[in-house]
């Protein structure tokens, strides 16, 4: 029941907005609402990590008291009369019936997988979740000792979000609503761009249905990554701009620094996203109001981005020598040549990952074309200078795979309409050229600073969110409504492959060449090693003889890649009488291993065959690469 508190609170903010004496309208008022409750989020977890009290009942408090106090506030202004007088515009006709039930069939069934599976992702297992699981051990979120630099120095906004779900609701089962709630968001994100950019009725209905569809946002919704949190601060971002150059609202400087410091503190990714619309809103300002007005916005905005930041860049700072830091991955993930060719190279294969067709032989020919154009610009098409690691370029089949899918039809109609845009005959579209160019300029800074690599898809969803609002704009001006109907259905089945057969979390079983049993059925914990098969053996073996001899303290040394967090979930985390550490040395988090740690047993990953002893504990168990030192009873 505790999980309901940040749920009543954002309630709270958004009905408080409406009541306010300027309403932004409901879609516009919930963005506002999340980026409050976000920065709240943010601000709650720095200041109770201070204390070491990022528990359930100082968590509990620091979501009870706003709650009270808004829902108060709310009551007395009459906030719930406003609502009740709100207006829904209802489909009309079959067509559009048809629409909207088949988009609530996508909500629906992403929420149930969502609700069905546990972390699973290898990132989520490796670092999203673990740090959850570290920070929720600690009661704070300061740096600790880790063989994955990684948990400490990426932004951590998303995992924050985790944390509070975690501890309040005991376990892992929440987890995956931070993205199936930021796809929510998302969709109403778009719905209100569109608004603001002059569509109707039809525009924000292929809007919403063109973003519900995506597979890679479908793939997302149901995970415990983080692309889709950036993804909806970026098209809050992309609304406030909007408003912010309207120049009718105080508060929309606020709003907007909320939501790129939001984005930043999410991924890094998302920086490449925010400096666009900072220079679409620069120059706007300055074209409107001039540099007076340009300075006071930025000042404002900077200060609120700058607050929700300030506790991760100080920590990183003292650990690691500066507030934004890779330690050492710039070389795995940054672009080491930055010119044309470069440039062209990494536009064309990013575009390459949402190519893939259900003909082999088209893939091929695109595979082919891509190819040549290399040879013509006198660059390897896997030169390791522009490419990460995860395999060779190729345009693919379409896949079911979460990591690797693609948005194929939504990129088509997405460039149908950037085409169409771009003609002379499209008239009043000068914020809609606008939006289009601080859209792709994100992705082409993506390509220009960052290298390809077979995962990539992932990065782009911020574009695609944005890409529909822009696509369902021109479409309802070009095409008639039967024909924005046909759109919206034919992206409603397309969309079937993932929303029933994504490859590790199917709805359902066995279908689309997927191992796994349906989410209706499977158990969490087939489910939970459904990318990583072989870890179940060695991993269960091992807590096995750990929970046998009553050990509450355990070391770890995992690779550097090692997937963690299904060692908490099987010795039962989170609970107040174990405690885990990683032994590492050598590293810039090894300064902060506890002193009073002496683990029972340390489980070993690739530990030197020489090792017949680590910390004074014998070994007891070898299987594969891993091994096991315990103290038995």
């Known amino acids: 029941m505790l999980v309901l508190l940040p749920i009543l609170t954002f309630l709270g903010v958004w009905l408080a907005l409406r009541s306010g004496r300027v309403d932004r309208g409901a879609g516009q008022s919930f963005l506002r609402a999340a980026l409050l409750t976000g920065g709240w989020l943010v601000l709650s977890t720095e200041i109770l990590s201070l204390a070491s009290a990022v528990s359930r009942v100082p968590l509990a408090l620091a979501w009870a008291l706003p709650a009270v106090l808004i829902w108060a506030w709310v009551v007395r202004r009459g906030g719930l009369a406003r609502l009740r007088r709100t207006r829904i515009g209802l489909p009309q006709g079959r067509g559009e019936w048809l629409v909207m039930i088949g988009l609530g069939a996508v909500i629906g069934i992403t929420a149930v997988v969502a609700w069905a599976t546990p972390p699973q992702t290898w990132d989520s297992l490796s670092y999203h979740l673990s740090r959850v699981a570290h920070w929720a051990q600690a009661a704070s979120v300061r740096v600790y000792a880790s063989g994955r630099e990684v948990q400490n120095v990426r932004p951590p906004a998303a995992e924050f979000a985790i ?269 809609l050229r606008l939006l289009a160019l601080a859209t792709v300029a994100g992705f082409v800074l993506l390509s220009y600073l960052i290298k390809w690599q077979v995962f990539a898809s992932r990065y782009h969803l911020p574009v695609f969110v944005l890409l529909g609002a822009i696509t369902a704009v021109v479409f309802e001006r070009r095409l008639s409504r039967g024909w924005n109907l046909v759109v919206c259905s034919s992206l409603l089945l397309a969309s079937l492959p993932w929303l029933l057969g994504i490859r590790s979390r199917p709805m359902i079983s066995h279908i689309l060449g997927s191992p796994m049993a349906s989410v209706l059925t499977a158990s969490r914990l087939d489910l939970l090693f459904a990318n990583g098969d072989y870890l179940r053996k060695p991993y269960e073996d091992m807590v096995g003889l750990i929970t046998a001899n009553q050990c509450r303290e355990v070391g770890i040394a995992l690779s550097g890649s090692g997937a963690e967090y299904p060692l908490w979930v099987l010795l039962g985390a989170p609970r107040a009488d174990l405690r885990m550490e990683w032994l590492v040395g050598g590293t810039p988090s090894a300064e902060a291993a506890p002193r009073d740690f002496h683990p029972c047993a340390v489980v070993c990953e690739r530990c030197p065959e020489g090792w017949s002893t680590v910390r004074g504990l014998p070994e007891v168990y070898h299987y594969g690469s891993f091994r096991l030192f315990l103290e038995e009873n």
């Open 163 to 431: 944390l509070h779900l975690y501890v309040l609701a005991g376990g892992d089962r929440l987890a995956n609503f931070v993205e199936w709630f930021s796809m929510i968001g998302s969709l109403v994100g778009v719905a209100v761009l569109v608004q603001r950019l002059g569509g109707g009725r039809m525009a924000r209905m292929l809007a919403v249905v063109y973003v519900a569809t995506l597979p890679m946002g479908i793939s997302q919704a149901t995970s415990t990554m983080n692309d889709y949190v950036v993804a909806f601060w970026i098209v809050c971002l992309a609304v406030e701009t909007v408003t912010l150059l309207e120049g009718a609202d105080r508060w929309s400087p606020v709003y907007f620094g909320l939501a790129a410091g939001l984005a930043a503190l999410t991924k890094p990714t998302a920086y490449f996203f925010v400096l666009p619309f900072l220079a679409w809103a620069g120059v706007g300002l300055v074209r409107r109001q001039g540099w007076k007005s340009v300075i006071r916005v930025m000042v404002i905005a900077g200060a609120a981005a700058a607050i929700v930041n300030l506790g991760f860049w100080t920590r990183s700072y003292l650990t690691y020598g500066s507030p934004v830091s890779d330690v050492g991955l710039e070389e795995v993930h940054a672009s080491q040549l930055h010119d044309a060719r470069a440039l062209v190279s990494n536009v064309v294969r990013n575009a390459g990952l949402h190519a893939g067709t259900p003909s082999n032989h088209v893939n091929k020919g695109l595979t082919l074309a891509i190819f040549r154009l290399h040879d013509l610009l006198g660059l390897d098409v896997n030169d390791p200078r522009t490419t990460s690691h995860g395999g060779e370029f190729e345009v693919e089949f379409p896949t079911t795979i979460e990591t690797k899918a693609g948005n194929p039809l939504q990129a088509l109609l997405a460039l149908l309409a950037l085409g169409l845009l771009c003609g002379r005959s499209f008239r009043d579209g000068s914020r």
